[in-house]
């Protein structure tokens, strides 16, 4: 089971951190993600990192997310800096077969 947190409103400019706590199994033998989705439009990769720590970005957030392991919950976060109103979605922890239940990141000023 994967679930996320940390997701909320913020202003253009602003930061957030997600979290995503696993469950059940180790998820460090993963390569594990983060999507996000509007309505209306395909569930889109945002970042990625493989079981041995390589990390791989959407060409919208490079330098501005980062993705790292986090071994206190099992799982991941997604650090989000100068976030844009094109940010604005839901956003999804992934793993193998496994999806969490989404959080909502909110952009506008």
């Known amino acids: 089971q994967l679930v996320e947190s940390g997701g909320g409103w913020v202003q253009p400019g602003g930061s957030l951190r997600l979290s995503c706590a696993g469950s059940?199994?180790?998820?460090?033998?993963?390569?594990m993600d983060w999507y996000r989705q509007v309505p209306g439009r395909q569930r889109e990769l945002v970042a990625q990192i493989t079981f041995r720590g390589y990390t791989s970005y959407a060409d919208s957030v490079k330098g501005r997310f980062t993705i790292s392991r986090d071994a206190a919950v099992n799982g991941v976060s997604l650090e989000m800096n100068n976030l844009k109103p094109e940010d604005s979605a839901v956003y999804y922890c992934?793993?193998?077969?496994?999806w969490g239940q989404g959080t909502q990141v909110t952009v506008s000023s």
């Open positions: 992934h793993a193998n077969f496994w």
């Open positions: 059940g199994r180790r998820f460090s033998d993963y390569t």
